[in-house]
């Protein structure tokens, strides 16, 4: 069986039918009775918890929205139009709603970025800031978490009347899912809380976080949230073209728990047994290896103790030019990672919990091939991966650690999929 990838650079590879468990992509999108424009308009009418905004707005008040950035493809371009136009049927002028980029711990957009993403007409008539997880002036304390670390917030999003986020939902390795209260954390958090939310995830098995709705890391993410003041989110489900298949309006958490039911069944995808080998892209997560690390979470989950995954993935900013310490240490175990970032060897515990959460697969749970053009054979291994320049001698690699008889399961969508293995036949 011939397995492509979507990248133009990257040549796809001949898996014998003896060895292929599988291919495992999410199911394409149903044919919807709307259009886009309508299954916005749909949600905005009809908010789940909460009452349409038009209907709460007034002139006076201060309303924020947030955005995702630049690594999630939600088309906030076709959604703020029509968000805009019903905080203006309730009388809000437009000098009284700004933009902020929920960033998180990313680098700052270019303004090419921007232009894509929100459009001219926007850029030009609305004010579009970035959050800057590293600018205390910039940030209010909201207290502290469990464990004392201090919550610091976006100052204009504290500050808001009313506060709006804009995201997606797709499985997610870290949380669960994406989506809901995490435009507020990590979106428009100080680096110290994110890294603990973080850290807290590296606790749990991938199992028991990647397409869990409710589960620890998201219980903290909606506390912050409701302490931030979020008032409403608008969350795509994205379809398999990167449009819409369908949104969820209004509470925080209840939309948001609906919008991950949307989600299961549309990148959930039935394994029947662990593999030997799991063959997955990043897709649609591909800008450089701290993002391509969703196609990891997902092999994590579908490959056996002492397999082998081969991610695939283009990177093309590299490992993450942001995160210098990422390339100094490479991935580590949780116990390395912990103690390198106690001694102040690895500056931000966000770093430090990604290291841990990659490291528990490819350390200790299964090797991991990986072919990047855009990270150097130096850098592959520097991180503890294996290299290889084509899928091809990635799978010769795998097939010589395993034997010729090594079952192959191949994830399309990395990046957003859900390996479910049927526990009757692992």
């Known amino acids: 069986m011939k397995i492509d990838f979507p990248y133009r650079m990257i040549e796809g590879v001949e898996v014998p039918d003896a060895n292929l468990l599988g291919i495992f992509e999410p199911p394409k999108d149903c044919a919807l ?9 749909e949600g905005l009418s009809h908010p789940i918890g909460f009452p349409p905004v038009e209907q709460i707005v007034g002139p006076g008040m201060k309303i924020v929205i947030i955005s995702d950035d630049h690594t999630r493809p939600t088309p906030v371009a076709k959604i703020l139009p029509l968000l805009l136009e019903r905080l203006g049927e309730g009388r809000v002028s437009r000098e ?6 929920g960033s998180g711990t990313h680098r700052p957009m270019t303004d090419t970025e921007k232009l894509k993403k929100f459009g001219q007409h926007l850029l030009e008539h609305f004010e579009v800031s970035d959050h800057n997880s590293y600018d205390p002036e910039s940030l209010v304390s909201l207290g502290h978490s469990e464990d ?5 917030v976006n100052r204009k999003a504290v500050e808001a009347d009313l506060l709006i986020g804009i995201g997606q939902i797709v499985p997610h390795g870290v949380v669960g899912f994406s989506g809901g209260g995490k435009i507020v954390q990590p979106g428009v958090c100080g680096e110290a ?6 850290w807290l995830s590296v606790q749990y098995d991938q199992s028991q976080i990647l397409g869990v709705r409710d589960n620890p890391v998201r219980t903290q993410i909606d506390a912050v949230a409701e302490k931030a003041g979020l008032d409403l989110i608008v969350n795509t489900v994205p379809s398999s073209n990167g449009g819409i298949a369908a949104l969820v309006v209004g509470d925080p958490v209840e939309a948001h728990r609906k919008g991950c039911q949307i989600a299961t069944e549309l990148f959930g995808v039935t394994v029947p047994r662990l593999a030997d080998i799991v063959l997955t892209d990043s897709y649609p997560a591909d800008s450089n290896l701290w993002q391509a690390a969703k196609g990891l979470y997902a092999a994590a989950t579908a490959v056996r103790e002492g397999g082998v995954v081969i991610l695939v993935t283009p990177c093309p900013e590299g490992v993450a030019p942001e995160q210098p310490d990422f390339l100094a240490h490479g991935y580590l175990t949780p116990e390395q990672a912990w103690e390198r970032f106690n001694k102040g060897q690895i500056r931000a515990l ?3 919990a990604h290291l841990a959460r990659v490291g528990k697969l490819v350390r200790s749970k299964a090797r991991t ?3 990047s053009p ?3 054979p130096q850098e592959t291994e520097k991180l503890g991966l294996l290299y290889a320049q084509t899928v091809k001698e990635a799978l010769q690699k795998a097939f010589a650690l395993l034997g010729r008889d090594a079952q192959v399961a ?17």
């Open 33 to 41: 009775p709307q259009n886009e424009d309508g299954i916005v308009s």
């Open 96 to 101: 009284k709603i700004s933009i902020v980029v």
């Open 148 to 152: 004392g670390t201090e919550v610091l």
């Open 193 to 198: 809380i994110t890294g603990w939310t973080h």
């Open 350 to 352: 966000t770093v430090a």
């Open 369 to 371: 091939i990986l072919v």
């Open 374 to 376: 855009g990270v150097s």
């Open 410 to 426: 191949v994830l399309r969508r990395g990046g957003e999929i859900l390996p479910q293995i049927r526990r009757d036949t692992e």
